[in-house]
């Protein structure tokens, strides 16, 4: 049998910095677990533009459509924020999404018990924190068409247009229940159904897909009181299932109430490929971070815990998911910090590599 194939795109900034942890945690398992991966390499975002002239190779895109998983760093930074629009390097991102069809976006926000100080909320009310936001990934705002930039009226007027079809919701609603199925059985639909006929067809179908799972709790929720409970309450919530908007708003909310957006991966999912396996891209939830870039200040546990759903939702290695969860809850419980996890006592924060060291002892202590 064949190893599991995985391509890793470590795009621009901090994104190669990161991702070199990450291959020598691919590595360990290999040699310490037997669990060996096909690794190749290519390049994403500013990185393929600097080289090919545009953010994403056509080549490159079938090489994502081939593996078992993307693996992706991060994309952009300032030395490409007067290209064309068709060619910034988050054209290169929502290519693959696209493309790949990556129709459901995982991002978990949990806060390690050894971080609860970290986020600016009190901490009774982010401890114990463990949300799975689902954000549908591919429809919506922003890719809905007509849009573009006009002039009407001798003044000019941008348009994006929110569109959605009843499968591209049903889709997305079963992988969220799908995932309330194995938590707690809690699913809360955001939209704007208040405002928006999307929002109302939105909740319709949440509604009759939730036929199908009687056992879940469904609740809905307009998006922006979402967003204000989230700062209030985020503990009663278990999985959230929003649009594409919505989602990119409210998940980065709920990012922030963990602390640092350096600890946070996520998982873009799609439809199943012809060894069963959903067709999937995994990142960080951080950008690329060019203020710190090339400095080895950079925290990689996100894009680590980035490749543990990857173990965990495409590799079928849920139990050597959760080793590697645990050993990072353990560094930090240890004291192990980047800069970006220093509190105010402060002393002497950890390099890049380092963390990767402390992470690489962790799991040698797990055999």
């Known amino acids: 049998m064949s190893n599991p194939s995985l391509l890793i795109l470590a795009g621009d900034g901090i994104g190669p910095e990161v991702m070199d942890q990450v291959k020598r945690i691919i590595g360990w398992y290999g040699d310490k677990r037997g669990l060996n991966f096909d690794v190749s390499e290519d390049l994403v975002g500013g990185a393929a533009y600097d080289k090919h002239g545009v953010p994403l190779t056509d080549e490159t895109m079938a090489k994502a459509q081939e593996v078992d998983a993307v693996l992706l760093g991060a994309v952009g930074g300032p030395a490409y924020d007067n290209l064309d629009f068709s060619v910034k390097p988050e054209r290169g991102l929502l290519r693959l999404r696209k493309e790949m069809d990556l129709f459901a976006n995982l991002r978990p926000a949990q806060c390690f018990d050894a971080l609860a100080d970290f986020s600016s909320l009190k901490k009774d009310i982010v401890a114990g924190l463990d949300i799975m936001i689902v954000r549908e990934l591919t429809s919506g705002v922003y890719f809905g068409e007509p849009r573009g930039i006009h002039i009407e009226d001798n003044m000019r007027v941008g348009i994006n247009t929110q569109r959605y079809t009843e499968a591209e919701i049903e889709r997305g609603a079963r992988a969220a229940f799908d995932m309330a199925m194995k938590r707690n059985k809690k699913l809360c639909s955001m939209e704007k159904a208040n405002v928006m006929e999307s929002g109302i067809l939105w909740r319709d179908v949440v509604t009759e897909v939730h036929a199908d799972y009687p056992e879940v709790e469904l609740t809905h929720m307009y998006a922006d009181n979402g967003a204000m409970q989230l700062v209030r309450a985020p503990k009663q919530f278990d999985v959230i299932y929003t649009d594409n908007l919505f989602g990119d708003i409210l998940s980065d909310c709920a990012a922030m109430l963990t602390g640092s957006l350096g600890m946070l991966p996520s998982a873009s999912l799609g439809s199943p490929m012809a060894n069963g396996r959903p067709k999937a891209m995994y990142e960080p939830v951080h950008g690329s971070a060019p203020d710190i870039t090339g400095q080895e200040k950079a925290n990689p546990i996100a894009c680590i815990l980035s490749f543990a759903m990857a173990l965990r939702y495409s590799f079928d290695q849920g139990e050597e998911a959760t080793r590697l969860e645990?050993?990072?809850?353990?560094?930090?419980?240890?004291?192990?910090?980047?800069?970006?996890?220093?509190?105010?006592?402060?002393?002497?924060?950890?390099?890049?590599?380092?963390?990767?060291?402390?992470?690489?002892?962790?799991?040698?202590?797990?055999?």
């Open 326 to 367: 645990a050993a990072i809850e353990k560094v930090l419980a240890d004291g192990a910090r980047t800069g970006d996890l220093m509190g105010p006592e402060g002393g002497t924060p950890l390099s890049t590599s380092q963390m990767g060291d402390v992470i690489l002892a962790a799991l040698d202590a797990s055999l």
